[in-house]
């Protein structure tokens, strides 16, 4: 097996979203998922083109933290806390991306989508 199989697949930022609805319920949620990024509590940015990743809903939460922490941070020296929806909600890093997508994500005519914000202190309480 290759180990990068399972990996978030990096895409480019898109200059418009367009259609985005309300949470879209587990029936919904399709077999991929595109994250996007969002620096919080001053956390540093991405550079545009790791701002937004493709990843399969099947892996867990602990795969977007993980390579978040890769581009922020690879040698584990700071803290990084990750938050979903307006409510600023921290899933558990073993909730599979399909059941945070189907409360948190966003979908349109042709994708789904779930905002990740990132930062290296606690920024919500």
């Not at 083109?49 to 690879?74: G, M, N, S, V, W």
């Not at 909600?89 to 005519?109: C, F, H, M, Q, W």
Request: with cysteine; proline share 6%.
């Amino acid at each position: 097996d290759d180990p990068k199989a399972d990996a978030p697949a990096q895409e480019e930022a898109d200059e418009e979203d367009k259609g985005k609805n309300d949470s879209i319920g587990m029936a919904a949620v399709p077999d991929a998922v595109i994250v996007k990024f969002k620096a919080a509590g001053g956390a540093p940015q991405l550079l545009a083109k790791f701002k937004k990743i493709k990843c399969k809903t099947t892996l867990e939460f602990k795969a977007i933290y993980d390579h978040l922490r890769q581009l922020l941070d690879p040698k584990g020296e700071q803290s990084l806390f990750c938050y979903v929806s307006s409510n600023h909600i921290s899933p558990p890093i073993d909730e599979t991306l399909a059941n945070v997508v189907s409360l948190y994500g966003r979908a349109n005519k042709s994708s789904c989508e779930l905002e990740v914000a990132y930062s290296v202190t606690p920024a919500w309480g």
